[in-house]
């Protein structure tokens, strides 16, 4: 299993930035996934699911994001996505995809690198 995040970087409070998950190594149309993030020293929080080709690919978000990240899958690409939307500098911390839902994705023993989110003036 790999997953790869991309799409990082530094923006100013109220921009945007779209991150991307390529994964492979599984069956991922039919693999709920995650998009979680971590501030040094803190837990991981989770952010956003989105299930797979057999539960309509239903998505679901954290109070915190919802109504400015949405989350999208490309099975066809093996990648999921998440565009971010009127960014605060309270989003601001390392973003992961993982496999699994809200419920079970931190058990995962497959993580990606990461990708790094910057909110700052």
């Known amino acids: 299993v790999q997953l790869v995040e991309s799409g990082g970087g530094l923006v100013q409070p109220g921009g945007s930035l779209r991150l991307s998950c390529a994964a492979s190594?599984?069956?991922?149309?039919?693999?709920?996934m995650s998009w979680a993030r971590q501030v040094p020293g803190q837990g991981l929080e989770w952010v956003s699911g989105?299930?797979?080709?057999?539960?309509?690919?239903?998505?679901y978000y954290a109070d915190t994001v919802k109504g400015r990240f949405t989350i999208s899958r490309d099975n066809a690409k093996n990648t999921v996505y998440l565009q971010m939307n009127s960014l605060k500098p309270e989003d601001t911390a390392v973003y992961y995809c993982?496999?699994?839902?809200?419920?079970?994705?931190?058990?995962?023993?497959?993580w990606g690198q990461g990708t790094q989110v910057t909110v700052s003036e």
């Open positions: 190594g599984f069956t991922f149309s039919s693999s709920p």
């Open positions: 989105i299930h797979g080709v057999y539960s309509s690919g239903a998505t």
């Open positions: 993982a496999i699994g839902t809200k419920d079970n994705y931190y058990r995962s023993n497959d």
